[in-house]
C-alpha cells in the first residue's frame, strides 16, 4: 500500500509538472521541434555541426517554415526562408527587437549594468547597442564613407606591400585580417600605430569565436579565453580613450567614431563613461574586423581557383585604373563601377557566409506559419535556410558571379548577407568597399594559385581555412 501511495504520488507530480509546462508554453500552439538536452538544449549540435546542417535537418524534420529549439540558454523559434526574412525584416520593433546571446552579453560588459539598475529596463525601441553610436552620426554614410576611401585604399596598398612583396607564398589569412584591423583602427578610433594594432589581432580572434559559445569559464576553454581577450583588448582601448580626450582637449579635430562618443553626452549632461565607451568600440570593431576579412579571405579563394573570373575582374579594375592619373587614389567613382568586381564578392558571401545569423527577442506574442511563438522568446534567423537552396539558385554549388547580373538576380529575400529592414547591417557600406579597395590593389599587383585547394573550413559559425588560406603569388 505504501509503494502504491509513493507511484501514485510520483505520477500526480509529474503530471502536474507536465500540465504546468504545457500552460506556460501553450504548447499545443508552439512550432514543431525540440528543446534537447536539460540545461544544454541543442547547443553543441548548433555550434559543433555544420549550421547548415543543423537548419537544414530540422526544416525536412519539422517544418519548412519554422521550428523550435533552445540554443544558447534560450527558447528559440528558427524562421526559415524567404518568407521568413521577409515577416522578420518587415516587423522589426513590432514583434522583434535585437538580443545578444549571453556569451557576447558577457563579453561586451554594458549588459552588466542591468543587474545593478533597479529601475526597469528602458524601452525596446531605445538603440542601447553600439548601433546607435554608428548610426547617428551617420560616419557610415556614403558621404561620409567617400572622404575615407582613399585612406582605404593607400592602407591596403602599404600592407600588400609590406606582406607580398618578394614573397613566394603569403597566408592570406592572416594577412586580410591584418588589414582589416589596420582600416576598422583608423576608420573608428584614428589611430594607425602598427605594432599598437598587431597585438590586438589575436585578442580579437579569441572574442570573435566566444562570442557564439558554451558558457564555461574555466581555464582551456573557448569562453575563457573570450573573457581574457576582451579584458586585454578593454585596458588597451580606455588607454586610446584617455590619449584621444587629451588630444580632443587640445583641439584635435573630431573624425572619428570614437571622438564623437568621447564629446557625446545625453540629455542631462552626463557624458558616457570610458568602460562604456571601450565595450561599444570593441564591439564595433569586432564587427568591423572578421566578417571583413572572412570574405577577403575566401575571395581569394575563390579568384585563385578560377582564373576566368579572376582575368575579368581583373579586366574590369585595370580598365579603372587606366582612367585616373598615376598615383591618385580609388574615389567614390570608380568604385561604382566595380559592378562585376562586386558580384564575385556577392557570390563569395553566398558560398562561405561571413556570419551565419543573428538573434532577436521577441517583444509580444504573434503567430507565424500557424504557430504560436510566445513573448519572451527568441527568434533566429539564417542565410542557411536560401543560400546553398537549388529552389533560389540554380547549381548551387557552383561558383558563378554571373547570377547577380540583371535578369539573374535570385529572387527577393533569399539573398541576404547584411539582414534586412530597419535593423540591415549598419556596416554594409564600409564592408563594400573596404573588400572592394582590397581587391582592386590585389588584382593588380598579383595574379596567384591556391596551395591546398581542398583546404578544410573550420569553424562553423565563423567559418576560416585551417592553414591560414596559403597562396602562391605572381607579380605582375
Known amino acids: 500500500m505504501e509503494l502504491l501511495t509513493v507511484a501514485v504520488s510520483i505520477v500526480l507530480i509529474a503530471l502536474t509538472f507536465f500540465l504546468l509546462r504545457r500552460s506556460t508554453d501553450k504548447g499545443d500552439a508552439l512550432p514543431p521541434g525540440s528543446f534537447g538536452w536539460p540545461v544544454l538544449g541543442e547547443s553543441v549540435e548548433f555550434l559543433f555541426g555544420k549550421p547548415e546542417n543543423f537548419v537544414g535537418d530540422r526544416m525536412k524534420k519539422y517544418s519548412p517554415d519554422i521550428f523550435k529549439t533552445k540554443i544558447l540558454g534560450e527558447k528559440t523559434a528558427v524562421i526559415c526562408g524567404p518568407a521568413g526574412h521577409k515577416f522578420l525584416f518587415s516587423n522589426e520593433q513590432k514583434y522583434f527587437t535585437a538580443f545578444r546571446p549571453h556569451p557576447m552579453q558577457h563579453l561586451f560588459r554594458s549588459y552588466k549594468t542591468k543587474s545593478a539598475a533597479p529601475a526597469a529596463a528602458p524601452p525596446p525601441s531605445k538603440a542601447t547597442d553600439e548601433s546607435k553610436a554608428i548610426r547617428q552620426p551617420g560616419f557610415l554614410k556614403p558621404e561620409a564613407l567617400m572622404r575615407f576611401l582613399a585612406g582605404m585604399d593607400l592602407i591596403t596598398q602599404k600592407q600588400l606591400q609590406i606582406h607580398c612583396a618578394g614573397k613566394n607564398v603569403v597566408e592570406f589569412y592572416p594577412l586580410s585580417k591584418t588589414i582589416t584591423l589596420t582600416i576598422a583602427c583608423q576608420f573608428f578610433m584614428g589611430i594607425n600605430n602598427p605594432e599598437r594594432i598587431a597585438r590586438l589581432v589575436k585578442s580579437f580572434d579569441d572574442i570573435t569565436v566566444g562570442m ?265
Request: charged share 25%; aromatic share 10%; glycine share 8%.
Open 212 to 476: 557564439h559559445c558554451i558558457m564555461l569559464n574555466v581555464p582551456g576553454t573557448i569562453f575563457y579565453r573570450g573573457n581574457k581577450a576582451a579584458a586585454a583588448i578593454r585596458k588597451e582601448l580606455i588607454a586610446v580613450i584617455k590619449e584621444k580626450k587629451q588630444a580632443i582637449a587640445g583641439g584635435a579635430p573630431l573624425h572619428d567614431i570614437l571622438s564623437h562618443m568621447i564629446v557625446a553626452s545625453d540629455p542631462s549632461g552626463q557624458s558616457m563613461p570610458e568602460p562604456e565607451i571601450a565595450d561599444k568600440i570593441m564591439g564595433i570593431l569586432t564587427a568591423g574586423y572578421s566578417t571583413v576579412a572572412t570574405t577577403m579571405t575566401f575571395l581569394m579563394k575563390y579568384l585563385g581557383l578560377n582564373p576566368d573570373i579572376y582575368e575579368r575582374v581583373r579586366a574590369e579594375q585595370l580598365e579603372i585604373a587606366a582612367a585616373k592619373k598615376e598615383g591618385m587614389p580609388l574615389d567614390w567613382e570608380d568604385v561604382g563601377k566595380m559592378k562585376y568586381s562586386w558580384n564575385v564578392i556577392c557570390e563569395t558571401m553566398r558560398m562561405v557566409p561571413p556570419l551565419q545569423g543573428t538573434f532577436r527577442e521577441v517583444l509580444e506574442e504573434f503567430s507565424y506559419a500557424g504557430y504560436t511563438i510566445p513573448k519572451g522568446w527568441k527568434v533566429y534567423w539564417t542565410v542557411s535556410t536560401t543560400n546553398m537552396n537549388p529552389q533560389y539558385f540554380k547549381e548551387p554549388e557552383r561558383f558563378n558571379p554571373s547570377r547577380y547580373e540583371e535578369g539573374e538576380a535570385p529572387p527577393p529575400y533569399t539573398y541576404v548577407p547584411f539582414g534586412g529592414g530597419p535593423r540591415m547591417c549598419p556596416g554594409k557600406e564600409y564592408a563594400r568597399i573596404s573588400i572592394l579597395a582590397f581587391l582592386h590593389n590585389v588584382v593588380k599587383a598579383y595574379r596567384w594559385e591556391v596551395v591546398d585547394p581542398n583546404e578544410k573550413v573550420q569553424g562553423d559559425m565563423m567559418p576560416e581555412p585551417q592553414k591560414g588560406l596559403p597562396v602562391r603569388l605572381y607579380q605582375h
